[in-house]
């Protein structure tokens, strides 16, 4: 069956970085468009950035700039570099394959001093 498993969450200062994995299994990762969301509490998941299968990417406004999607098709695994983390950033991260209701379990993030 489908697996995805988020890992590299944790809790960051402002200004600081941390980069996110996700593990895919059960399915041809290297033909899948995947993607990064985020819900922090109270709000919706919201998208934060996706690569499609050859690789194009494309980002949520608020993270433009910092934020940063790759994906290594060799090792099944798709990350999400974040860099100039704002306080804003705080949520649980999630990994989906792009078109399916296959998500991982989260994977937290804290910016907070």
């Known amino acids: 069956q489908v697996q995805l498993v988020e890992s590299g969450g944790g809790l960051v200062q402002p200004g600081g970085s941390l980069r996110l994995s996700c593990a895919a299994s059960?399915?041809?990762?290297?033909?899948?468009?995947m993607g990064w969301y985020r819900q922090a509490p109270g709000k919706q998941r919201e998208l934060v950035a996706i690569?499609?299968?050859?690789?194009?990417?494309n980002y949520a406004e608020p993270v433009k700039g910092r934020f940063t999607i790759s994906r290594d098709n060799a090792k099944n695994t798709v990350y999400l570099q974040m860099n100039s983390l704002k306080p804003e950033d705080t949520a649980v991260y999630y990994c989906?394959?792009?078109?399916?209701?296959?998500w991982g379990q989260g994977t937290q993030v804290t910016v907070s001093t």
């Open positions: 989906n394959r792009l078109g399916y209701r296959d």
């Open positions: 059960g399915f041809i990762f290297r033909f899948s468009g």
């Open positions: 690569t499609t299968s050859v690789g194009i990417t």
